[in-house]
């Protein structure tokens, strides 16, 4: 992988924050693969298998599954892919994630972009989502709240001592939204 002059961004932000809605737009406009450590997840979880069945109850609590899971997931899909420029969604989430990365992974990300947004507005948006989630209810939505609020946002603020976080208001249209985005971009892309 080192050998592939990967450019790698991490995305984080609360759930419902716009996160998979801003990569979709990345992606059209500057090529980079869309890569969602809880889409990775979902699709592992229906796998009808012991471990799909793990993952899926601890989706539906809200909970972070094995960071080495994870990790092993988002490899994969680096590893099997033409595309050397990715975007990935929704990770890392904890401490833990993020040292099971730098051991087993070591990539850098060119930067992580950080989608702010208040709960309220996440909330209501996430429960107008109707994709079927089963963690897209009013009791595990705040369990992932808490989950961003306690684990997530110290990584990002680790990140903010050893990397650049670009700081996005999420609580705007989505096009304009995507207008404080894109020129972070221009420049990575050439
Ligand atoms: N929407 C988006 N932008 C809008 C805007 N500007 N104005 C109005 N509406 C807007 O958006 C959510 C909804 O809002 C959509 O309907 C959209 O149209 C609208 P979306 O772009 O889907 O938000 P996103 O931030 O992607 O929200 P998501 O719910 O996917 O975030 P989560 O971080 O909660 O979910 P994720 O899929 O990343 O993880 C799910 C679970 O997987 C975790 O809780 C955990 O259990 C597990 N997981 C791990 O264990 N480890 C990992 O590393 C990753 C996940
Ligand atoms: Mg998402």
Known sequence: LQSKNLKLVFV????????????????????FEHLSAGDLLRVEQNSGNETGNMIKGMIKEGKLVPSEM????????????SNNKFLIDGFPRNDENREVWDRVAGLSPEFILFIIGSEEEMQKRVLSRNEGRDDDNLETIHKR????????????????????VHKINGMQSIEDVFSEIRPLFDPIVQ
Do not use: D, M
């Open 12 to 31: 984080t932000g609360g759930p419902g924050s716009g996160k998979g809605t801003q990569c979709a737009k990345i992606v059209e406009h500057f090529g």
């Open 145 to 164: 709240f808490k989950l961003f609020n306690e684990h997530t946002l110290p990584v990002v603020k680790h990140y903010e001592s050893i990397a650049t």
């Open 70 to 81: 994870t990790v092993k997931l988002i490899l994969k899909a680096i590893s099997k892919s």
